[in-house]
């Protein structure tokens, strides 16, 4: 149904996006400093089933939707925003308490819920401008309607990408609780970074709140 060239030609162009850092990025980046690599790595799955629920919306023909309506693609790039400075603030609130969870945390005893995790990655995947721009926008250029069957050519292609996401985004994320492990041997400099962290999602989401789109 979809062709290998179709395959190939996607997979440059996600490559390319992919490879500028988004908000899904930096928010990894921001949780794996905040919280480390459990929280990051759960923080990436959350990104890619919110990312793919992009692909699902535009392929029910949803996502053009709010691609092309003003309102409604602000009303969610603004929902976005304003989830990330909740997390952002939560982070910078609690981050003397990060010596204590360093310590106690462990694989039976996360210090941060793995599903609550997952489930904040979903809502930065699904209301992530750039996600909702590029799906809507670059993903139905590379169907074949000779082929028939868009709505699955779009699911299918719609992997590429995800899976590209998954392998960056978890490198990034263990790159940046790689450094906040050396931050853990001080409880001050642990407590810069958790603080740092904070403020990096806070200024990720004014970020997306303040940035516009050419109509």
């Known amino acids: 149904m979809v062709s290998t060239h179709q395959y190939l030609a996607f997979a440059a162009m996600s490559l390319l996006v992919i490879l500028i850092p988004g908000p899904s990025v930096l928010f990894v980046i921001g949780r794996a400093l905040a919280h480390g690599r459990r929280t990051a790595l759960?923080?990436?799955?959350?990104?890619?089933?919110?990312?793919?629920?992009?692909?699902?919306?535009?392929?029910?023909?949803?996502?053009?939707?709010?691609?092309?309506?003003?309102?409604?693609?602000?009303?969610?790039?603004?929902?976005?925003?304003?989830?990330?400075?909740?997390?952002?603030v939560q982070a910078f609130r609690h981050r003397k308490e990060m010596k204590?969870?360093?310590?106690?945390?462990s694989p039976e005893r996360p210090a941060r819920g793995d599903l609550r995790t997952v489930a904040d990655g979903v809502v930065v995947g699904v209301t992530n401008p750039k996600g909702i721009v590029f799906?809507?926008?670059?993903?139905?250029?590379?169907?074949?309607?000779?082929?028939?069957?868009?709505?699955?050519?779009?699911?299918?292609?719609?992997?590429v990408p995800i899976a590209i996401g998954l392998v960056t985004d978890t490198l990034w994320g263990l790159g940046a609780s790689a450094a906040r492990s050396w931050f853990a041997r001080s409880e001050r400099r642990l407590s810069l970074i958790g603080g740092a962290g904070g403020f990096a999602m806070i200024g990720l989401g004014v970020t997306v709140a303040a940035t516009g789109r050419a109509d």
Not at 135 to 159: T, Y
């Open 42 to 88: 759960a923080t990436v799955l959350g990104n890619v089933v919110g990312s793919y629920g992009l692909v699902v919306a535009v392929a029910l023909g949803i996502g053009s939707l709010v691609e092309r309506s003003a309102a409604v693609f602000v009303a969610v790039k603004l929902a976005g925003a304003a989830y990330l400075v909740l997390l952002g």
């Open 135 to 159: 799906f809507a926008a670059v993903l139905p250029q590379f169907v074949d309607p000779s082929a028939g069957r868009l709505p699955a050519q779009m699911l299918l292609l719609g992997l």
């Open 100 to 105: 204590l969870e360093a310590v106690r945390a």
